[in-house]
C-alpha cells in the first residue's frame, strides 16, 4: 500500500520498463531490487521480471499482501520461475473480523493466511509485518504466537506512516504509549519462538530504549496501511 500521493500519480509499467530500470540499476552497481507497490501480483509479468532480475546477478525481494499466493496453483506456477532472496507481507490481526477492517477488504485475513502458508509450503523466506494500530495493539504477543504457529521464521512490528488510507482511518492512530508494554512482550515472546529475524520499524527510539530491546534489528521508517 503506497502513499497517496504516489497513488494518484501512477502509471503502469511494462515488462520493458523493468528491464530497462534494472539495467540502469545494474550499470550504478545496485545489489539488490525490491518489488512493491501498490501490488506487484497485479502484473502478469511479475515472476519474468524477478526471473530477469535474479538472472541479471541481483538479490531480489517482493512484498506483497499474499492474496495471489492464496492459489495454490498461482503459487507453484510462480516458483517455478522465479526465485525469491526474501519476501515480505502484512498480517493485521490473529482476528479476520480485525485484519479485514484495516484492509478494508473482506476476506482478506483468509486469503493472505492462505497465501502465507503457500508461500512457506514452497519454502521462500517470508517476513510477516504487524503494523501496530489501536485496534490490534493489545493482542501483539497473541498475533506473535499465531505467525510463529504458521511456520514463519520472520516477524516485524512496525510503527504507522500517517499518509496512505491511514488518512481516512485516523482512528487506528494513537500514542506509542498505549502500546510499548505490549510491544516489549511480544518481542520477547518472539525472542523465545524461534524466529530467526525479528525487527522494529518506525518506534521511536525512546520506547525501544525503555524496554531493552536488544538482538532486533532496527529500521527507519513507519509503514502505510493500504
Not at 539495467?23 to 525490491?34: I, L, N, S, Y
Not at 497485479?42 to 535474479?54: C, I, Q, S
Not at 522494529?200 to 502505510?224: A, F, S
Request: aromatic share 10%; charged share 20%; net charge positive.
Amino acid at each position: 500500500c503506497t502513499q497517496s500521493v504516489n497513488i494518484e500519480q501512477h502509471r503502469s509499467i511494462t515488462y520493458e520498463d523493468v528491464v530497462h530500470r534494472l539495467r540502469v540499476a545494474q550499470e550504478k552497481r545496485a545489489m539488490t531490487v525490491d518489488f512493491y507497490g501498490g501490488e506487484p501480483t497485479l502484473y502478469p509479468f511479475l515472476a519474468k521480471a524477478v526471473a530477469r532480475a535474479k538472472a541479471m546477478g541481483f538479490r531480489v525481494t517482493l512484498a506483497t499482501n499474499g492474496i495471489r499466493f492464496a492459489s495454490r496453483r498461482y503459487a507453484r506456477d510462480f516458483f517455478r520461475i522465479a526465485r525469491l532472496d526474501g519476501m515480505r507481507t502484512s498480517l493485521h490481526s490473529q482476528k479476520a473480523e480485525i485484519h479485514d477492517a484495516v484492509t478494508q477488504v473482506k476476506g482478506s485475513w483468509v486469503k493472505t493466511v492462505q497465501g502465507i502458508r503457500n508461500i512457506l509450503d514452497f519454502e521462500q523466506k517470508l517476513t510477516v509485518n504487524i503494523v501496530i494500530n489501536r485496534w490490534n495493539y493489545e493482542d501483539l504477543p497473541l498475533i506473535t504466537t499465531f505467525v510463529r504457529g504458521l511456520g514463519v521464521r520472520g516477524i516485524k512490528y512496525s510503527g504507522i506512516n500517517f499518509s496512505g488510507r491511514i488518512l481516512t482511518n485516523p482512528d487506528l492512530c494513537f500514542s506509542h504509549a498505549f502500546y510499548k508494554q505490549q510491544l516489549f512482550s511480544a518481542v520477547s515472546l518472539a525472542k523465545k519462538s524461534g524466529f530467526l529475524l525479528i525487527e522494529i520499524q518506525g518506534i521511536p527510539g525512546k520506547v525501544i530504549q525503555e524496554g531493552g530491546l536488544t538482538g532486533v534489528r532496527l529500521l527507519c521508517g513507519g509503514t502505510n496501511i493500504g
